[in-house]
């Protein structure tokens, strides 16, 4: 199988902030039971961007770490989502 070049990954995970509660691995809907999941347990204790192509830009793991070490980039160009996309109410339901 080919190697995935996980630096072009749209999400970064900060492993000096990490706590490696995997509190970003629960709350990711693409994630817990998902075929090809966008976050795997890495070897080192910390989550990994396994299939970064299953993510649909939610932002629920970003807002859910505590330790504020995930950044999602909500846009392909790096800008982040506007106000009022239902997109983000859908994050907000799956936080709260
Ligand atoms: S939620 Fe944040 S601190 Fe917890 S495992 Fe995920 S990235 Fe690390
Ligand atoms: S933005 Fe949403 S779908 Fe993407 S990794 Fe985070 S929680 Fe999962």
Redesign the pocket.
Known sequence: MEDKDLTASHIR?DEE?????????EICPQTRGAQYPVYEWGEEG??QVANPESCIRCLS?EL????R??TVEVEDDGSRRPDGDPRAEMKCRAIF
Not at 17 to 25: D, F, I, K, N, Q
Not at 64 to 67: F, V
Request: proline fraction near 5%; charge should be positive.
């Open positions: 995970v902030r990490c706590v490696a509660c995997r509190e970003c691995m910390m989550p793991c859910g770490c505590r330790a070490a995930i």
